[in-house]
């Protein structure tokens, strides 16, 4: 170990510029894994842990000039946020982008890193949070929770091995192919066919979501209305024609408070808190 | 003073600060809040730091059924769910190890002390911000380590452990008193609250995904294929990737022809408005 740090020393000491080890492409790969969400606020989210990211290319390239190494942790440390384990493919742009300035290529200005970060930041985390967090995660849960009905520990541990087999593999293939289609990826991602690619995750999103809607949301009404001498519960007259009506009363009204009414999810935290005390008391609950 | 308890209380309360959304060890979200942070996982934990993996399993099934939908987009949550699991699960561990009683507390500690907490940090975490933004002026690397990385960790590692320890070492006796004078109709709330919460995950889901309301007939049409349909979610998974390529088969028509489908160019054209300033 020791000596290959001596030997990647005394290379950054030639001045002739070179391409980025794979050791310091790991290196980045890895602070960013580790690091988004450090020091989060609501304030920058992400934001300067993209600069701490990028220190072992600072250390590369701008050992003797400590002005450009000060701009590269300056423009990498206003507000970012994504999703951040497909985020890793804006990683590997930034990481191509910031080699060729780096090297010394005027072509690529030192505002297209930030540009692209700032560009790519929403279209990602919308694919990737419904990705991971709508489609993947509670399929795998799901599985796993059926797997331990009877409190075996075969669940939990089947959703700790494949998901986290799953996340890596989707971390070093974002970072490697954003790392390798470098400005090309940009046009990939915001260009027309990838709108309807995005189009087509929106569209595979939804509908999965919907299906997670009508399976996880649980909401009964415990009313019961007389059938002349004899009651029946309403919830076995609704689900006779519309089985799980109320959830999706549910969430459509949550949807609407949030998107509608712009609302913030504490307060609809607040608000979910009333309907449900309230329909407790009257008993409809 | 119970000297198994404390050390079990510890463990959980350093299980809590790993599976935190922000914390750094295990590998940022990835091993951490999206493993260690699942309320299955965390009972399955909690089953092996008490001697009781059934029970502890149960307890998470049983939390896990009220969280798999919970959300955490744009740095805003739904619930705070690692509170949630180590102190809800934790804690149930500590008393009866009876599963109802995990999701009680978790909804409980998830809705009330997690999100204050959380939420406190996530405005207080402005002050290493600035902190960090001076020290790249100063070109202070090593000050920008400890200011972004160091310090953010160790106030996170002590708003996250301490709390849990304190409520599963101390609390245990105060939840035993607690479930013999609450009224009934504390808990049934409390018990259609955890029913309602997925609600709101999804919601702000859709709220990133529906950016044209007639979308929603997406969301509908998932929703009808479960409850109607009854099928399971892995099916659904394989019919929505059919219906997704077919979507994107007819996009690439209306391209070439573009005043054919005034619909599908909308949807398109909609895409743009993905970044939406309000979510982040």
């Known amino acids: ?74 423009r990498h440390s206003p507000f970012y946020n994504t999703e951040p384990q497909t985020g890793q493919l804006v990683n590997g742009i930034v990481a191509s982008l910031e080699e060729q300035i780096g090297m010394g290529n005027t072509n690529i200005s030192e505002e297209m890193p930030v540009d692209v970060k700032a560009s790519l930041m929403g279209p990602l985390a919308g694919i990737g949070d419904s990705l991971v967090q709508g489609i993947l995660i509670p399929t795998l849960l799901s599985i796993a929770m059926g797997l331990s009905k009877d409190g075996n520990p075969l ?131 | 003073m119970n000297g198994a308890l404390f050390w079990q209380a510890v463990l959980v309360g350093i299980l809590g600060y790993l599976g935190a959304v922000d914390s750094i060890v295990m590998g940022g979200v990835a091993y951490g809040f999206y493993i260690l942070g699942r309320p299955l996982v965390a009972g399955f934990m909690c089953g092996l730091i008490f001697d009781d993996v059934k029970a502890g399993v149960l307890c998470g099934l049983a939390v896990q059924a009220v969280f798999i939908a919970t959300m955490h987009t744009g740095g805003t949550s739904s619930t705070e769910i690692t509170y949630a699991s180590y102190g809800g699960i934790g804690l149930a561990m500590a008393t009866t190890k009876d599963p109802a009683i995990a999701v009680t507390l978790s909804i409980f500690i998830g809705q009330t002390f997690g999100l204050i907490f959380y939420n406190l940090r996530m405005a207080g975490f402005s002050y290493f911000n600035h902190r960090a933004d001076h020290d790249i002026d100063r070109f202070d690397k090593h000050a920008l380590i400890m200011d972004q990385v160091v310090w953010p960790q160790i106030i996170t590692f002590l708003v996250r452990a301490v709390p849990i320890w304190a409520a599963i070492y101390f609390g245990r006796g105060a939840v035993e008193a607690l479930l013999k004078v609450i009224p009934t109709e504390i808990t049934s709330i409390i018990t259609v609250l955890g029913g309602l919460l ?76 993905y970044q939406d300033a309000d979510l982040f």
């Open chain 1, 155 to 285: 669940g939990p541990l089947f959703y700790i091995f494949s998901y986290a087999i799953i996340t890596t593999i989707i971390e070093i293939v974002c970072f490697k192919g954003g790392y390798r289609l470098g400005v090309s990826a940009v046009d990939k991602i915001v260009g027309e066919s990838a709108k309807r690619l995005t189009n087509m995750f929106t569209v595979l999103g939804t509908i999965v979501i919907g299906g997670l809607a009508a399976s996880t949301i649980a909401l009964k009404t415990t009313v019961k209305i007389p059938f002349g001498s004899q009651t029946k519960p309403l919830e076995t007259i609704i689900d006779g024609f519309f089985p799980g009506l109320l959830p999706l009363i549910a969430v459509l009204f949550t949807f609407w408070l949030i998107s509608s009414k712009r609302m913030s999810a504490n307060k609809v935290i607040l608000i979910l808190t009333v309907v449900a005390a309230v329909g407790v008391l009257i008993k409809f609950l």
């Open chain 2, 198 to 273: 997925p609600a709101l995950g999804i919601a702000m889901l859709m709220n990133m995904l529906i950016k044209n309301k007639l979308q929603l007939i997406y969301f509908l049409f998932g929703f009808a294929m479960v409850v109607f349909a009854k099928m399971s979610t892995i099916g659904l998974v394989f019919i929505a990737i059919l219906v997704a390529y077919l979507v994107y088969q007819i996009s690439a028509k209306s391209n070439i022809n573009k005043n054919s489908d005034s619909l599908a160019k909308e949807t398109v054209q909609n895409a743009d408005e």
């Open chain 1, 1 to 74: 170990m020791a000596s290959n740090e001596k030997i990647a020393k005394q290379k950054s000491k030639t001045s002739k510029p070179e391409r980025l080890t794979k050791k310091e492409l790991r290196s980045i790969f890895l602070r960013y894994m580790f690091l988004p969400e450090s020091a989060m606020s609501y304030e920058k989210m992400h934001g300067a842990a993209w600069a701490v990211s990028y220190m072992p290319l600072g250390n590369k390239y701008y050992k003797n000039d400590d002005d450009a190494y000060r701009r590269l942790l300056k």
